[in-house]
């Protein structure tokens, strides 16, 4: 067990809340709410939420087996923890699955929206893409365009990627992965949907690298086979559905997986 799922209940309910609108498009509230822990702020959030009926989304869960996916790839991310907690909003408790993390950012150091940055320091037409390789992040980039067609990352906007920036120590660095609950199949509520769900369909997605499809920007890595330090197998799967067994369901867990495992395949196979 990695510890990453929490099922004993805890109260959570002295938390607030506050409104966080999907930036990609989708419908519906994601919230979010912060506290600080033996002098560490703890980031927390919601999946999808719904003022009649609670949350009805599984966002947070989608975080912690992409997490796990990239533990295994050895890529940098921001790490999770999956909570079953009591929650209160507007004075109604709700029993869910949040998911929790602690600040990325080292001390000294300030972040700023990749989009942001670019508008700031690039060439004249320079694309996103180019921009990166000029400041030396086109592994990390790279690395990047292959996790989002994989889980099929809908939301990697240019806010949803960071600049780090400690100016006393002269450093910048690009951000830890994170962010990625609008992916796999956030948008099944039923598990008559997940059955359903078309797994291998190229859905338009909010891309600040590339365009729309993460199929057609995995043009931009061809040939690069070394982005991950571990291949996937099928024996994987274990590995990353790990205490999940009573969070999600088991068609959710099995159409995840082979999700994964066949778009893995592809860029495999590109």
């Not at 709410?33 to 033996?38: A, C, I, M």
């Not at 890529?75 to 209160?88: F, G, K, M, P, Q």
């Given at each position: 067990m990695d510890g990453k799922v929490r099922k004993e209940r805890q109260d959570l309910t002295y938390l607030k809340w506050s409104?966080?609108?999907?930036?990609?498009?989708?419908?519906?509230?994601?919230?979010?709410?912060?506290?600080?822990?033996?002098?560490?702020?703890?980031?927390?959030?919601?999946?999808?939420?719904?003022?009649v009926y609670g949350v009805i989304g599984h966002e947070c869960i989608n975080e912690i087996i992409v997490d796990r996916l990239l533990t295994h790839f050895e890529?940098?991310?921001?790490?999770?923890?999956?909570?079953?907690?009591?929650?209160?909003i507007e004075g109604r408790i709700f029993q869910t699955w949040l998911c929790a993390s602690r600040d990325f950012k080292k001390h000294g150091e300030s972040k700023a929206?990749?989009?942001?940055?670019?508008?700031?320091?690039?060439?004249?037409?320079?694309?996103?893409?180019?921009?990166?390789?000029?400041?030396?992040?086109?592994?990390y980039i790279d690395t990047m365009i292959a996790v989002d067609y994989i889980i099929l990352n809908r939301d990697r906007h240019g806010a949803n990627i960071e600049v780090l920036r400690n100016a006393p120590a002269h450093s910048l660095r690009i951000a830890p992965l994170f962010d990625h609950g609008i992916s796999l199949m956030y948008s099944c509520t039923s598990e008559e949907e997940a059955k359903n769900y078309n797994i291998m369909e190229d859905k338009r997605c909010n891309n600040?690298?590339?365009?729309?499809?993460?199929?057609?920007?995995?043009?931009?890595?061809?040939?690069?086979?070394?982005?991950?330090?571990?291949?996937?197998?099928?024996?994987?799967?274990?590995?990353?559905?790990?205490?999940?067994?009573?969070?999600?369901?088991?068609?959710?867990?099995?159409?995840?997986?082979?999700?994964?495992?066949?778009?893995?395949?592809?860029?495999?196979?590109?």
């Open positions: 409104h966080i609108r999907s930036s990609s498009g989708t419908a519906g509230t994601f919230l979010k709410s912060e506290s600080s822990v033996g002098g560490d702020k703890i980031y927390y959030k919601l999946s999808n939420f719904d003022p890529v940098d991310h921001l790490s999770y923890e999956l909570i079953n907690a009591d929650i209160e929206a990749l989009d942001d940055y670019y508008r700031v320091n690039a060439l004249k037409g320079e694309s996103h893409y180019d921009f990166c390789v000029r400041q030396g992040w086109k592994d600040f690298i590339g365009g729309y499809s993460c199929f057609e920007n995995l043009e931009l890595i061809k040939n690069r086979k070394d982005l991950f330090a571990h291949p996937l197998v099928p024996e994987d799967k274990r590995l990353l559905f790990e205490d999940l067994d009573g969070v999600l369901a088991p068609v959710f867990i099995d159409r995840i997986w082979e999700m994964i495992y066949r778009r893995y395949q592809i860029y495999e196979n590109l």
